[in-house]
Every structure is written in structure tokens, then in C-alpha cells.
């Protein structure tokens, strides 16, 4: 029996069981980036049936061939923004995975995908700096042409502290992604920092997409130009790699859990 699950793929509803030398899967994962032109996946499905059961110990990790027989991919999501990701569900249906395709070991499933957010979070981070950044250009660059009573529109105060206040944001996220990801890269853990750098630099990104919008007027509401589109990419940037809540739910932790360590 397939159970679906909810609208995230943090805590999935996939199973699976043992059958010989196999796990058959079941169930289904939604908005799963490159899921129309990936070779394999991975995948974290629950093999302990007790509802009961703690994450860290309930959910296995596996390697599932895309061409597996049983695994079907949904159709093409069309989304708010970033339109260029194909992305999609992905429905197994009893698909039979063999036990060599497990990662580490069984019920470690969490522990994976969890340090791999450690890794991944640095770079979203990144990318939404780059929005930022973009973002700021092209208010910059509108605010010296624009003008409104004889002057450009940079000249007022208003914008001109607007653009500041854009600058301050892309220039301290690219220095919180960049300690988060130095740590990873050397070996230390980062959780602490990776989290503050996605939800800093997600936050910074909508901020300055949103501002952009409000410094072109009426002309950054319309397709015509670029920043409508960042203001439509940036949104998801504050959802996927752990939502703003959840990394502020890590941080607190953390910062909880090392008291007196720092």
C-alpha cells in the first residue's frame, strides 16, 4: 500500500520491508529538483513501522535507479519561479531495491541527510547572495537613469538609502556563507553556521528582490524587466534546504546546546 505523504520530504511517509535480498519500496516524494533528468536518487524511506520510533533511527537511506521498474516520474511542476529547475514527483510503486544500494547502514537514513544539509545550505546561501547582488545592480543602475524632478531618482534620499540598506545585506551574507562553507570545507561542523547563513542570506534575497521591485515602480511590476523575475525566484530560497522557521529552530539549539563552549 502506497501512503502519501504530506507537501515536504523532510519527514517522509515512503516504506519499505525486507524481501530476500531486497527492500520493495512504496510511496511517493514531491518537488524534487532535477527529478525529470536524474540517473538515480536518493532516497529516505521509514523501515521502522512503529510510529513511535525517533528519526534518527526510523528512516534508512537508499540508492534507487531511475530506471528501476516501479519508479514513475510525475510531470513537470510549473512554479512561482526558478522555472528552469525541472522539478517533480516521483511515485514508487513496489519497486525492488537491492540491500547493496543501502547507505552506511539501516536506520541511518536521517543522520545522512541530515549532515548533508551541513554541505548544501553554504551554497544556497551563495545563491541567493547572487540574487541579491543582482538584484541591487539592477536598482542601482535603474536609480542613475530614472529620473523624477530633474534628478535621478538616487539622488533622493528615499531610494538612496534604500540601495545602502540593499548593499549592507549582500555584502554580510557573502561573508556568512563564506565562514559556513570555509568550515565545511576544512572539516569543522558548520551546522550552526550553515543555518545562519541560509536564513540570512534567503531573507537578504527577498529583501533586495522586493526593494528592487519597489525602486523600478510601476516598471518592476511587469515582465518587461528582470526584477519581477528575482522577486518570483527569490521566494523559494527561504523554503527548500529547510524553511527560515527551521533553521531558526537549528540555531536556537545550538546555541542552546553550547552554552559555555563558545
Same mark, same amino acid.
Given at each position: 500500500m502506497i501512503r502519501r505523504p504530506p507537501r515536504s520530504t523532510l519527514f517522509p511517509y515512503t516504506t =519499505?520491508?525486507?524481501? !530476500?535480498?531486497?527492500?520493495? =519500496?512504496?510511496?511517493?516524494?514531491?518537488?524534487?529538483?532535477?527529478?525529470?533528468?536524474a540517473r538515480w536518487y536518493f532516497v529516505l524511506a521509514r523501515t521502522d513501522p512503529d510510529p513511535m520510533?525517533?528519526?534518527?533511527?526510523?528512516?534508512? !537511506?537508499?540508492?534507487?535507479?531511475?530506471?528501476?521498474? !516501479?519508479?514513475?516520474?510525475?510531470?513537470?511542476e510549473l512554479n512561482m519561479g526558478q522555472r528552469a529547475s525541472d522539478v517533480r514527483g516521483?511515485?514508487?510503486?513496489?519497486? =525492488?531495491?537491492?540491500?547493496q544500494n543501502v547507505l552506511m547502514s539501516e536506520g541511518a537514513g536521517f543522520r545522512i541527510a541530515m549532515g548533508a544539509f551541513d554541505a548544501t545550505r553554504p551554497p544556497v546561501a551563495a545563491s541567493a547572495t547572487g540574487l541579491a547582488k543582482r538584484a541591487l545592480e539592477e536598482a542601482t543602475k535603474y536609480a542613475t537613469e530614472r529620473k523624477t524632478f530633474g534628478v535621478p531618482i538616487g539622488e533622493h534620499q528615499g531610494v538612496a538609502f534604500m540601495l545602502a540598506d540593499m548593499a549592507i545585506g549582500v555584502e554580510l551574507a557573502r561573508l556568512s556563507y563564506v565562514k559556513a562553507a570555509w568550515q565545511n570545507l576544512y572539516g569543522q561542523r558548520n551546522t550552526y553556521t550553515a543555518s545562519?547563513?541560509?536564513?540570512?542570506?534567503?531573507?537578504?534575497?527577498?529583501?533586495?528582490?522586493?526593494?528592487?521591485?519597489?525602486?523600478?515602480?510601476?516598471?518592476?511590476?511587469?515582465?518587461?524587466?528582470?526584477?519581477?523575475? =528575482?522577486?518570483?525566484?527569490?521566494?523559494?530560497?527561504?523554503?527548500?534546504?529547510?524553511?527560515?522557521?527551521?533553521?531558526?529552530v537549528i540555531i536556537a539549539r545550538e546555541l542552546l546546546k553550547n552554552v559555555g563552549n563558545r
Open positions: =519499505l520491508f525486507r524481501s !530476500g535480498d531486497h527492500y520493495v =519500496l512504496s510511496g511517493q516524494k514531491m518537488w524534487i529538483t532535477g527529478g525529470g533528468v520510533a525517533p528519526a534518527s533511527k526510523a528512516f534508512t !537511506g537508499f540508492i534507487v535507479d531511475a530506471d528501476f521498474p !516501479g519508479v514513475i516520474k510525475g510531470r513537470k516521483v511515485t514508487f510503486e513496489d519497486v =525492488l531495491v537491492p540491500k545562519i547563513a541560509k536564513a540570512f542570506a534567503s531573507e537578504v534575497a527577498n529583501k533586495c528582490a522586493a526593494d528592487a521591485v519597489q525602486i523600478f515602480g510601476g516598471s518592476g511590476f511587469n515582465s518587461e524587466y528582470p526584477v519581477e523575475k =528575482l522577486m518570483r525566484d527569490a521566494k523559494i530560497l527561504m523554503i527548500y534546504e529547510g524553511t527560515s522557521q527551521i533553521q531558526r
